[in-house]
């Protein structure tokens, strides 16, 4: 063979692996994808690995129903088998670090499956899509201590955030810091006992931004909280800071991002945020469940 012939044979090739990068194309058990950047060497997934991706999410008149893009955060996830054929799980299954796709699934066949009804956004008959961008593909170890090492880092980040506050805000006389790097600032005193884990107790509370700037609080719902201290029913840092107080005290929690919502975003709270609470405890019962209800705000990571 020559130099042209060889050169005319390799033009071939990627002339057909281009039109097949992004062509539609359908797997044996019906799942429709195309292949938009797939690197062969790369690091493929494995069931129970963890997956770190970005996803947009589409019906079938193309609008968008999420963007983790706009959102802020990729997905995380561990992959598992294919609930069923043609499973978005099964195409995510194909995939490497760096790949992106996108799969298409009937959304008759997704919503029953999922055992839920059909939202209006979303016609009968229709498909949804599915477009992922791999960012990266983890074992339970590796991800494990990724987000060790991660966390460790941004404790050293809010201390010195949280410092930096109580310091401007003349704070740091009055402050009681604890090992796990939560802060409490007593401010009107209370009295007796304080409550411990099964305890229920009834709260007052603001949420704050450390700029000052109010993103929650019982006072704008007409009424005090009631929950469960140590079941996980709210933040740690919630947990932690109300067994603290005494019955009729008032105080200032200053959260670490740890103690909080983490590095997710959490509605209007951006990840690694250090947030302030100004807490009330009007009242505790030893050992006796919080009333029934819907989950309690802030609720549990």
Same mark, same amino acid.
């Given at each position: 063979?020559?130099?042209?012939?060889?050169?005319?044979?390799?033009?071939?090739?990627?002339?057909?692996?281009?039109?097949?990068?992004?062509?539609?194309?359908?797997?044996?058990?019906?799942?429709?994808?195309?292949?938009?950047?797939?690197?062969?060497?790369?690091?493929?997934?494995?069931?129970?690995?963890?997956?770190?991706?970005?996803?947009?999410?589409?019906?079938?008149?193309?609008?968008?129903?999420?963007?983790?893009?706009?959102?802020?955060?990729?997905?995380?996830?561990? *992959?598992?088998?294919?609930?069923?054929?043609?499973?978005?799980?099964?195409?995510?299954?194909?995939?490497?670090?760096?790949?992106?796709?996108?799969?298409?699934?009937?959304?008759?066949?997704?919503?029953?499956?999922?055992?839920?009804?059909?939202?209006?956004?979303?016609?009968?008959?229709?498909?949804?899509?599915?477009?992922?961008?791999?960012?990266?593909? *983890?074992?339970?170890?590796?991800?494990?201590?990724?987000?060790?090492?991660?966390?460790?880092?941004?404790?050293?980040?809010?201390?010195?955030?949280?410092?930096?506050? *109580?310091?401007?805000?003349?704070?740091? &006389?009055?402050?009681?810091?604890?090992?796990?790097?939560?802060?409490?600032?007593?401010?009107?005193?209370?009295?007796?006992?304080?409550?411990?884990?099964?305890? &229920?107790?009834?709260?007052?509370?603001?949420?704050?931004?450390?700029?000052?700037?109010?993103?929650?609080?019982?006072?704008?719902?007409?009424?005090?909280?009631?929950?469960?201290?140590?079941?996980?029913?709210?933040?740690?840092?919630?947990?932690?800071?109300?067994?603290?107080?005494?019955?009729?005290?008032?105080?200032?929690?200053?959260?670490?991002?740890?103690?909080?919502?983490?590095?997710?975003?959490?509605?209007?709270?951006?990840?690694?945020?250090?947030?302030?609470?100004?807490?009330?405890?009007?009242?505790?019962?030893?050992?006796?469940?919080?009333? &029934?209800?819907?989950?309690?705000?802030?609720?549990?990571?």
């Amino acid at each position: 063979m020559n130099l042209k012939t060889i050169g005319y044979a390799m033009g071939i090739t990627i002339l057909a692996a281009s039109c097949n990068k992004y062509r539609t194309q359908v797997t044996d058990s019906g799942l429709k994808y195309q292949i938009f950047d797939h690197e062969d060497d790369a690091r493929k997934a494995k069931l129970g690995d963890i997956m770190s991706f970005h996803l947009v999410l589409k019906n079938g008149t193309d609008s968008t129903l999420r963007d983790t893009y706009k959102e802020g955060n990729p997905v995380k996830m561990v *992959l598992q088998a294919p609930p069923f054929k043609g499973s978005f799980e099964e195409g995510l299954a194909m995939l490497a670090t760096g790949d992106s796709a996108k799969f298409m699934i009937n959304a008759d066949t997704l919503f029953a499956k999922m055992m839920q009804p059909m939202p209006p956004m979303i016609k009968k008959g229709s498909e949804i899509s599915f477009t992922v961008k791999v960012l990266s593909v *983890l074992t339970s170890e590796e991800f494990q201590k990724q987000q060790s090492e991660a966390g460790s880092k941004q404790k050293g980040i809010d201390a010195k955030v949280i410092d930096n506050f *109580l310091a401007k805000n003349n704070l740091a &006389a009055k402050a009681r810091k604890t090992a796990s790097g939560l802060v409490y600032v007593p401010q009107v005193e209370g009295s007796g006992a304080s409550p411990v884990s099964g305890d &229920a107790v009834k709260v007052h509370y603001t949420g704050k931004f450390l700029d000052g700037k109010e993103f929650d609080s019982s006072k704008n719902q007409g009424k005090p909280l009631d929950l469960q201290v140590g079941q996980g029913m709210v933040i740690p840092g919630w947990e932690e800071g109300i067994m603290l107080m005494k019955k009729g005290e008032k105080g200032l929690l200053i959260i670490p991002s740890g103690l909080a919502y983490g590095p997710e975003a959490y509605g209007p709270i951006p990840g690694n945020s250090v947030l302030q609470f100004e807490m009330e405890l009007i009242d505790f019962s030893k050992g006796q469940p919080a009333p &029934a209800g819907p989950p309690v705000t802030p609720p549990a990571r």
